[in-house]
């Protein structure tokens, strides 16, 4: 297990995000393959690279593409898939304490979450059964008085990612997630740098979630360059 973990460390996010697999994600997954010969081994794979990706909020996203490429596997009457939804179901129903008594830790989880929500399909289509715990732990990152920075980047990360697919399966809800946004951007303790975030995802959402043409999309990487520098 600890071999795995070390090669875990060496996919990059270009490699998590690519379309096609690289020779580093092969390779892992491979070694997955072969740890997770019994039922034991393929929950202990299960619970380290949950652990891992909660701990890691930028591992997270490679944590959701590595259970991707292992959904369908199964040793013992025991599938990867389902042992993946138990725990994210198990942490959900706890998000809101979750979140109050650890933020870097929700972080990860919506992050994990979100990206297995992009990844994870039954016959082509998004799960539905992740829609709605999807909304709710982006609505529930932006719920405190004054969403930090670290909220802000992650909710509007996410949406960049996945939101595209996420409103296609229940736009009312995006609708309402979407005025959350905006009354964030709008709050007095919010920071130049959340608005900033705030202000391109919205831009996002009103070209139908497609790239923003290169003047725009160099506006809003040069400002965050210079707002980061700032804090």
Excluded at 24 to 33: A, F, I, K, R, Y
Excluded at 174 to 185: E, Q
Aim: charged fraction near 25%; proline fraction near 3%; charge should be negative.
């Amino acid at each position: 297990m600890a071999a795995i973990l070390v090669s875990m460390d060496t996919i990059t996010l270009e490699d998590a995000e690519a379309g096609s697999l690289s020779w580093q994600l092969t390779d892992v997954v491979m070694q997955m393959e072969q740890y997770a010969s019994t039922g034991p081994r393929l929950k202990e794979l299960v619970r380290t690279t949950y652990n891992k990706s909660l701990q890691d909020q930028n591992f997270a996203r490679v944590g959701a593409r590595l259970c991707g490429e292992m959904a369908a596997h199964e040793v013992d009457g025991v599938k990867l898939r389902s042992e993946v939804l138990t725990r994210l179901q198990e942490d959900y129903k706890k998000k809101e304490s979750l979140h109050a008594s650890d933020q870097a830790v929700y972080l990860g989880f919506v992050t994990l979450l979100c990206q297995l929500f992009g990844v994870l399909h039954i016959n082509g289509e998004p799960m539905k059964a992740l829609v709605g715990p999807v909304y709710d732990t982006l609505m529930e990152l932006l719920s405190t008085k004054c969403a930090s920075d670290d909220e802000v980047l992650c909710c509007t990360m996410q949406l960049e990612h996945i939101g595209q697919t996420l409103e296609q399966c229940d736009p009312s809800r995006m609708s309402s997630l979407m005025k959350k946004v905006r009354d964030c951007a709008l709050g007095k303790d919010t920071s130049p740098f959340a608005r900033c975030l705030i202000m391109e995802v919205v831009e996002r959402h009103a070209n139908g979630w497609e790239p923003l043409p290169q003047d725009a999309s160099d506006y809003y990487s040069c400002t965050l360059d210079k707002l980061m520098c700032q804090k």
